[in-house]
Nanobody, 126 residues
């Protein structure tokens, strides 16, 4: 049974930083590209960042480029999202997801991600 468990969310002031973690189990982690998505109230779930199987290739939404960094540790079956210079508009539930199809070059399409976590809330106050 595949499980993705996010952690690290919370309340932070604008300009602050948070690091999200996503621990995976029940799958061969290095066979998957990993992604982070987010969903704000009354909005569609949107792509944030993705990383290929060995961490060499990354992909970011324009809204977070230069502020967020995705990384992974295959020995720990964990993917991270380091978020800096946070803005109130970054407030959302953040989800990690696993994509078996684009393990070599990650994509930003939600429909290609097979497994999803339950999400962790990030709230940025102004």
């Amino acid at each position: 049974q595949v499980q993705l468990a996010e952690s690290g969310g919370g309340l932070v002031q604008a300009g602050g930083s948070l690091r999200l973690s996503c621990a995976a189990s029940g799958l061969t982690f290095s066979n998957y590209a990993m992604g982070w998505f987010r969903q704000a109230p009354a909005k569609e779930r949107e792509f944030v960042a993705a990383i290929n199987w060995n961490g060499i290739i990354t992909n970011y939404a324009d809204s977070v480029k230069g502020r967020f960094t995705i990384s992974r540790d295959n020995a720990k079956n964990t993917v991270y999202l380091q978020m800096s210079s946070l803005k109130p508009e970054d407030t959302a539930v953040y989800y990690c997801a696993a994509d078996p199809a684009h393990w070599s070059r990650p994509v930003n399409r939600r429909d290609t991600y097979t497994y999803w976590g339950q999400g962790t809330q990030v709230t940025v106050s102004s």
